[in-house]
């Protein structure tokens, strides 16, 4: 009792001395803001009622992550660069940084946020409304052919995330920066590319609800998903997709433990957690030194060891730092935008239908004038525009209001489906993160919907397998 009462005493001193930092941060920033403190106040105030809006219930884990992906890639960035002057990590373009361009990009800004608020706003006002509380609708059971056959379908699930992995591994069917090595037959790569991009996380958290349904005291099963996205980060080279996929997959697990023995369920969590922890470290530095040749080439290999582990350590020092504060894409896009002269309705259509084999030649990477390095074919790296500055080509507050609102809307009622069909808060968590982490980073509008889609198809046929013990209970 002493050690919770502990516990809540240093969350609280914690909370309060977070929220001090962020005050003084904001009136420094508001003093320093290159362009009307007004604007910068409105900008602020938009930007926190987003976050404000994840905490009412029923919560939303599809525009609760996309809020925290949304704040972290606007408002910190403004803020240090108005306070410390720190640098752009993306290209900007014309971008030249007076006080109208500043005024102008965050009032698209805030008409973006308010957008995704209203959203929420009227989700909850909708909810608080309706006579019928959305409910899981899994019911307590597993399905029967998976509690007969739990064994082997485990054995096998695990056997072919990790061939999977290792097969993308060697040839790139999704590689962050690295074209493919391999084309399939059958357009298989689609496939492949989705299981390691979340298909297979969310089959992984599947077995999981399944698992602690069939036998709730019991959590031997419960870590394998952070096994699941150290592979699936590691083999992509990606520093991101470890956190997309277990850190839901936790918020999902803590979210659902109320529902089970509650000593079982608190070891379950610290297990978890410690598996979190430890595996994002492991993976974070692998993935770091793997993306050594791609940052500094092929030969600093073939150098002396000190050298090489003096590079992976600076680049340690230097990347981590930005990883935290920098790399969350959202502001450099929408100041490129804002720096070209070229915006409006016929720009904002062409973007819109523009195909992503245009590749370095897209319409953005253009605006953003990105330095690309083309000797080497094999790799493609593009700068992420995100949503909003897709929206802005338009020149049109109203428009980016509007089609915000729309993605609040999109990612609100994913989740709901998802919770409806099948009852799995774990997976309408993964799901969810994942929906918003593909839709904050948005470079071509084609993909994003091929994403949504086949996320809504994947969503579909897990809700038909957790559904069919339904029908076997009411046989019996």
Same mark, same amino acid.
Request: charged residues 15%; proline residues 4%.
């Given at each position: ?16 001395? !977070?929220?001090?930092? #962020? ?18 106040? *409105? ?24 809020? &925290? ?49 209203? !959203? ?13 509380? /959305? ?23 695990? +056997? ?11 040839? +790139?069917?999704?590689?962050?920066? #690295?074209?493919? /090595? %391999? ?40 870590? &394998?998903?952070?096994? =699941? ?38 070891? +379950? ?46 680049? *340690? ?13 959202? %502001? =450099?896009?929408?100041?490129?935008? =804002? ?14 239908? =523009?195909?992503?084999?245009?590749? #370095? ?32 080509? @338009? ?13 609040? *809307? ?25 929906? !918003? ?34 029908? @076997?209970? +009411?046989?019996?």
């Amino acid at each position: 009792m002493k050690q919770s009462s502990g516990l809540r005493i240093i969350a609280t001193l914690s909370a309060i001395a !977070a929220v001090g930092a #962020v005050a003084t941060i904001a009136v420094f920033a508001t003093a320093r803001y290159a362009g009307s403190a007004m604007v910068f106040v *409105l900008f602020t105030l938009t930007c926190f009622l987003l976050l404000g809006l994840i905490a009412p219930k029923p919560r939303s884990y599809g525009y609760g992550f996309f809020a &925290i992906f949304f704040f972290l890639g606007f408002w910190p960035k403004v803020a240090m660069h108005a306070v410390w002057g720190t640098s752009f990590l993306e290209a900007v373009g014309d971008f030249s940084g007076k006080p109208a361009e500043w005024d102008n990009a965050l009032i698209a800004a805030a008409c973006g946020a308010l957008g995704v608020s209203v !959203a929420r706003i009227l989700h909850l006002v909708m909810v608080s409304r309706s006579v019928h509380s /959305l409910k899981q609708a899994a019911g307590s059971r597993a399905p029967l052919w998976y509690v007969n056959h739990c064994r082997s379908i485990w054995i096998v699930s695990v +056997a072919a995330v990790a061939i999977i992995n290792f097969a993308n591994y060697h040839y +790139a069917f999704y590689k962050i920066g #690295v074209n493919p /090595l %391999l084309i399939l037959p059958l357009h298989l790569n689609v496939v492949v590319s989705w299981l390691i991009n979340i298909g297979a996380a969310l089959w992984m958290v599947t077995l999981v609800f399944w698992d602690l349904r069939r036998r709730p005291a019991v959590f031997a099963t419960s870590s &394998i998903p952070f096994v =699941e996205a150290f592979l699936s980060s590691t083999s992509a080279m990606s520093r991101g997709m470890f956190a997309f996929h277990a850190v839901p997959y936790f918020i999902g697990l803590y979210a659902s433990a109320g529902d089970l023995d509650r000593a079982q369920g608190h070891s +379950a969590l610290r297990q978890a957690a410690r598996w979190l922890v430890i595996l994002f470290l492991v993976a974070l530095g692998i993935v770091f030194w793997l993306r050594i040749p791609s940052l500094h080439g092929d030969d600093l290999l073939k150098r002396p060891r000190s050298e090489v582990v003096a590079t992976f350590h600076k680049d *340690l020092t230097k990347q981590i730092p930005a990883l935290v504060l920098k790399r969350w894409i959202g %502001l =450099e896009g929408l100041l490129a935008v =804002e720096g070209s002269k070229l915006r409006g309705t016929e720009l904002f259509i062409n973007v819109l239908t =523009e195909s992503p084999k245009s590749g #370095v030649d897209s319409i953005f990477q253009q605006i953003a004038k990105v330095d690309f390095n083309r000797s080497d074919p094999t790799k493609t790296y593009l700068s992420n525009a995100g949503p909003m500055a897709l929206l802005y080509m @338009s020149d049109s507050r109203p428009v980016v209001f509007i089609g915000m609102f729309a993605i609040g *809307l999109i990612l609100i009622f994913s989740d709901t489906v998802a919770l409806r069909w099948t009852g799995n808060t774990l997976l309408v968590a993964v799901a969810g993160a994942g929906l !918003a982490n593909v839709m904050a980073q948005t470079n071509f509008a084609y993909l994003t919907i091929v994403f949504l889609s086949q996320l809504w198809f994947t969503v579909a046929v897990l809700g038909l397998l957790q559904g069919s013990f339904r029908r @076997s209970e +009411a046989r019996q």
